[in-house]
């Protein structure tokens, strides 16, 4: 396994591209089940969560292929395995994006519960409600979730839970709705900038979708769906990640491929803290050459602050002038990082779902374990400022979710070292 050794101290300074969104390319990858023909996606990252569901896709007869240049290629060959199993979907929870697909092209769904994961419970009720209403029969089979319905039927659904709406509920009840007969409405749908390019994705394969990207969507059904060439939108969480790293180091980064648009609540506490977020040719600046102010963040469904940002955010925020406040709305258990960050010197005190974090002068480098994704990400910024080295280790979970992260650190002056235990 890979573990990470970094020597904290360096600041940042260059320039950096964001890859291609995760979060925008699983689901629409899933979508090219509903397709009949060849769909191109452009700017899909090179990762392992992609690579999974690519694997899984092939299970359900979809030919899928990269060229040299990371394009890739979808084709449904075969209809016959409706299955996502349990080894494949507890891997990765995003997998459940393929059940409305399924559902609607081929009549019928088999996908494992996901089980609980690093950052909390993992529910799907709302996916399940969402087909139910449209129509769906549901079983539940020795852990899995069983999904039949001969002819899907426009309806009024309503996706908002006890965290507000669900990300990939939506875009599982969008995926179905696309192929049901009539006019069905989505309320209380989520708005983050990944659905709004899964629809975009369905309406140049041919479906007739309007108010993506609004808590009302509403879509006509269509009888097919043909392929068509896609380039996934830049991903707001990595740009973010990087901004916290220039941030933290007093550096100066420059982003290319970054939309500025989908980062209006961090470029918010960004500047909340007192750092310069300034657009440039190419994209955005991101400086800070002075001790940083505390701030209070609560993290909220878009366009609140992102819960994926919160781990990162906490980071840069033990370097503060004082006391601040982080509160986890969307996944309460979403603080795996508050107890390594405490080993490297910082000073949190949780209560529930909400930390105070009490700035300090330094961190200090310690051994460090990484959990979910956007936890290890907040320790590697952490190894960037730590006095001393931070050895990181199950990197893997890094991986998961950035594309060669340490290499694009390194290549504006940071120190890591990735080494195999
Ligand atoms: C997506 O997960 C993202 N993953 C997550 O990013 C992100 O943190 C999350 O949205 C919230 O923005 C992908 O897009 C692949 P949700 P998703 O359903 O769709 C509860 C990362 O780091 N809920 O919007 O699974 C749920 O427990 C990952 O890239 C139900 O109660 O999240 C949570 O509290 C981590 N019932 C809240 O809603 C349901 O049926 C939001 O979850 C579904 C969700």
């Known amino acids: 396994m890979d573990y990470f050794v970094i020597s904290g101290g360096n600041r940042l300074r260059g320039s950096l591209s964001v890859s291609g969104s995760k979060n925008a390319s699983l689901p629409i990858m899933a979508a090219a089940i509903l397709t009949e023909g060849e769909t191109v996606l452009r700017n899909v990252p090179d990762l392992a969560d992609i690579q999974h569901m690519m694997k899984l896709l092939t299970l359900l007869g979809v030919n899928v292929s990269r060229d040299a240049d990371g394009t890739m290629r979808l084709r449904v060959v075969d209809e016959q395995n409706c299955h996502a199993e349990y080894e494949l979907v507890r891997k990765m929870r995003a997998s459940v994006c393929v059940m409305g697909p399924l559902l609607a092209k081929r009549h019928t769904a088999q996908v494992s519960m996901p089980g609980g994961c690093a950052i909390g419970d993992r529910p799907i009720d709302l996916h399940v409600q969402g087909l139910r ?159 940083l102010e505390p701030t209070i963040i609560t993290t909220q469904p878009y366009p609140g602050f992102p819960t994926d940002l919160q781990a990162q955010f906490m980071t840069l925020l033990t370097m503060a002038d004082g006391n601040s406040v982080i509160t986890e709305k969307i996944f309460p258990d979403r603080f795996l990082h508050v107890a390594e960050l405490t080993r490297m010197g910082a000073r949190l005190r949780k209560e529930g779902p909400t930390v105070i974090i009490e700035g300090v002068k330094r961190l200090v480098g310690a051994p460090v374990m990484a959990s979910d994704l956007r936890a290890s990400a907040a320790l590697v910024l952490a190894g960037l400022i730590a006095k001393g080295q931070t050895r990181i280790s199950r990197v893997y979970h890094l991986d998961r979710g950035y594309q060669r992260f340490d290499e694009k650190l390194n290549s504006v002056g940071a120190d890591i070292k990735r080494l195999v235990e």
């Open 133 to 291: 209403t449209l129509g769906a029969e549901v079983e539940l089979t020795s852990g899995d979730v069983l999904l039949r319905a001969k002819r899907l039927k426009s309806a009024e659904v309503f996706m908002g839970g006890p965290f507000g709406s669900t990300v990939l509920g939506t875009a599982n009840v969008l995926m179905a709705a696309v192929l049901a007969d009539g006019s069905s409405i989505i309320e209380s749908a989520a708005c983050e900038p990944e659905v709004i390019d899964l629809a975009d994705y369905l309406i140049a394969c041919g479906a007739r979708i309007t108010g993506h990207g609004t808590p009302r969507i509403v879509v006509e059904g269509v009888k097919t769906l043909h392929g068509c060439d896609w380039t996934v939108i830049p991903d707001r969480i990595e740009a973010g990640t990087l901004m916290v790293a220039s941030a933290i180091t007093n550096g100066e980064i420059a982003l290319k491929n970054c939309r500025l648009d989908h980062l209006m609540a961090a470029i918010d506490r960004f500047r909340a803290i007192g750092i310069v977020v300034e657009r440039d040719a190419d994209g955005i600046v991101v400086s800070s050459a002075r001790r």
